[in-house]
């Protein structure tokens, strides 16, 4: 299946993983990247040591291309990690919460892609503006971070402001090939997946997270700036609940993030063995597609689904013909 997003990446399939902080570490950027998808890690959660080492281990992991995803908004200059990213071995650069403006010609004279999330249509044309090489429309129905305009009209209307200066990727809510179909559909290069990857056996996650994604129904999501200060879509539960009755105690981010972590509510980057994880007030970022996910799949093995699904998918509506 080739697009103009396989092209640019020199990969396969156009089937992107998240770079989800806390989840996507080298094991399973690996393992989307070999099987033809394109991996990313998740370096929002890592400090440069650790940034590093992830990077170290996906380059000898595999000599297929991946990226590293980091929150523009945070504090700080970007210019040292970002190089840490191109001396890795890197071929993309991933920015979430904001436009990368101040690394764009950085990563391009060392032949890096960059890539910036984007949840509104203005926020697309700025980041082709300032150079990025591609733009990932995420609707409100994402896990973690997220805008509030859904998908469905929200890529149609990106790839109509950018798509024919940039690929497109789609995001939000997208679990199987059916997604991949629709996005393709609505003119988008490819998707950006998060939460279908979480469930895997590759992917890190603290105590309950991935049995609470097997058991959460499509609709025990909540968007909720409890956590970091920005509106983030959780698995509901008390902590959220909280906020959602007492506004007034928010803080902004990166405060809020603070407060998180140092309340023992937040605990991404740690692992099933990390101590003092509450599953009733802990920090779950997850999609709408929650409710469709019932069972761990390995992450090679869901790429290779996207793909058969969606031209399963194609073909039926060719059918139609």
Not at 43 to 48: E, F, K, Q
Not at 293 to 303: G, M, Y
Request: hydrophobic share 45%; aromatic share 6%.
């Amino acid at each position: 299946m080739r697009t103009r997003l396989t092209e640019l990446l020199g990969i396969e399939h156009p089937v992107m993983l998240a770079g989800m902080g806390g989840v996507s570490y080298s094991e399973l950027a690996i393992a989307v990247s070999e099987a033809g998808g394109f991996g990313c890690l998740g370096a929002s959660t890592m400090g440069d040591e650790k940034m590093e080492a992830e990077i170290s281990a996906v380059r000898k992991g595999t000599d297929k291309p991946f990226g590293v995803d980091l929150l523009t908004a945070m504090p700080g200059g970007m210019s040292a990690q970002v190089q840490m990213i191109i001396e890795g071995g890197a071929t993309a650069f991933v920015a979430g919460l904001g436009v990368p403006t101040e690394v764009v010609d950085q990563c391009h004279a060392n032949n890096v892609v960059v890539v910036s999330m984007c949840g509104k249509v203005d926020h697309a044309v700025r980041a082709v503006e300032a150079g990025c090489d591609l733009v990932v429309a995420q609707g409100t129905e994402a896990g973690g971070h997220t805008g509030q305009v859904a998908s469905f009209p929200l890529i149609p209307q990106i790839v109509d402001a950018v798509g024919d200066r940039v690929p497109v990727v789609a995001a939000g809510g997208i679990f199987d090939g059916r997604g991949l179909a629709a996005a393709l559909a609505l003119g988008a290069d490819g998707i950006w997946v998060g939460t279908r990857f979480i469930a895997t056996p590759e992917a890190r996650g603290v105590l309950g997270y991935k049995e609470r994604l097997l058991s959460s129904r499509e609709d025990q999501t909540t968007v909720s700036r409890a956590y970091s200060g920005k509106t983030m879509r959780v698995v509901r539960n008390s902590y959220t609940d909280h906020f959602d009755a007492h506004p007034e105690e928010l803080k902004k981010f990166p405060e809020q993030l603070a407060i998180s972590y140092g309340g023992g509510t937040m605990h991404l980057g740690g692992d099933s063995f990390t101590d003092g994880v509450d599953v009733d007030k802990e920090c779950y970022p997850a999609g709408q597609g929650v409710g469709a996910i019932t069972e761990l799949i390995p992450a090679a093995d869901l790429v290779r689904l996207f793909v058969a699904e969606a031209e399963a998918a194609l073909d039926r509506l060719s059918a139609l013909r």
